[in-house]
DNA sequence: AGCTGGTCCTGATGGC
DNA sequence: TGCCATCAGGACCAGC
């Protein structure tokens, strides 16, 4: 399950192995992602030049110059550079190939995405996908200001709002529940019900905890391989995540397991006011 | 067998 | 009546 962090390790990866080249083929071995493949992007996208890898939000843009290809993983979507062509497995759904090697983008349960974004429609931050995205949580307009003004009025969940992904993006389930612990805020808070002063720890938490995921390489549970083919299972140091039941890090505290909306919400009762 | 989860979509609700 | 924002719930999946 592939979080922010593991998307912009991801992003580095491809920057560094693929951009710059030309692709030679464009094979669709299995459309059936979260929407099918167009096979079209065999033909737009041949012998073109991948200039640039970017990322917004989860979704990593492959810049080819007449357009974008939008990836998102999903849950279980990886892309893996292979120097030499093998054997497909199965739910190997795509290869974008290079002379030096391929891209393979594998992915059990079909939560991913390859959609084309053609230049004509103009920039990329205007496709329907990315359009509706809060800003990034490394965008310097993002701190305490920022989400207590966009929390005025919501009388969700903060957990919730901040997985909604409207106010900032790359918050996903692991580190919603982190942020939220380091910033000693319960989950279930209705937004609009916190201070000021609190959101500017609930920013400082944010940006601290995706940072540090960063740094150590990206942190997952499974399912993540970097773009160099090599594992990159990091195990995330969790101070809460995945640890119903176990003493709390800081203050020994059993802690707590919360469903909201069908999500499971791991939090500390001491710690999180 | 049941649980898991990112994100889009649909549909209900409520305010103006 | 209509529209928009908000919010909940469903759907999509295979692996464990």
Redesign the pocket.
């Known amino acids: ?1 592939p ?1 922010l962090p593991e998307v912009e390790i991801v992003r580095r990866g491809l920057q560094q192995t693929v951009a710059g080249r030309a692709l030679r083929a464009f094979t669709v071995r299995d459309p ?1 992602l ?1 929407w099918p493949v167009d096979p079209e992007l065999a033909v737009r996208l041949a012998g073109r030049r991948l200039l640039t890898v970017d990322r917004r ?3 990593l843009l492959l810049d080819f110059g007449s357009g974008w290809l939008l990836v ?1 993983l ?3 979507g990886t892309l893996t550079f292979l120097r030499e062509s093998s054997e497909p497995r ?2 190997d759904h795509v290869d974008l190939v290079f002379d030096h090697g391929l891209l393979r983008y594998h992915d ?4 991913g995405a390859m959609v084309w974004h053609d230049a004509q429609q103009g920039a990329v931050a205007g496709h ?2 990315l359009a ?1 995205l809060g800003i990034e949580p490394f965008d310097p307009r993002f701190d305490g200001r920022w989400l207590y003004e966009g929390s005025r ?4 969940a903060i957990k ?2 901040l ?1 909604a ?1 409207g106010l900032v993006v790359g918050v ?3 580190y919603a529940s982190e942020s939220l612990f380091r910033a000693g805020i319960r989950p279930g808070t209705p937004a609009a019900r916190i201070s000021r002063p609190r959101y500017d720890r609930l920013a400082g938490a944010i940006r601290q905890t995706l940072e540090l995921a960063i740094e150590r390489g990206g942190s997952s549970l499974r399912d993540f391989v970097s773009s160099e083919g090599e594992q990159g299972y990091f195990q995330l140091d969790a101070l809460v995540y995945g640890r119903d039941g176990q003493p709390c890090r800081v203050c020994g505290e059993p802690v707590r397991l919360l469903r909201q ?4 919400t791991f939090w500390c009762r001491r710690c999180q006011r």
Do not use: A, T, W
Request: net charge positive; no cysteine.
């Open positions: 399950m979080e059936r979260r939000g989860k979704y998102h999903g849950m279980s199965r739910h059990p349960r079909r939560f329907p996908l509706g009025g919501r009388q969700v919730q709002l997985l992904g996903g389930n692991i909306q069908g999500r499971s």
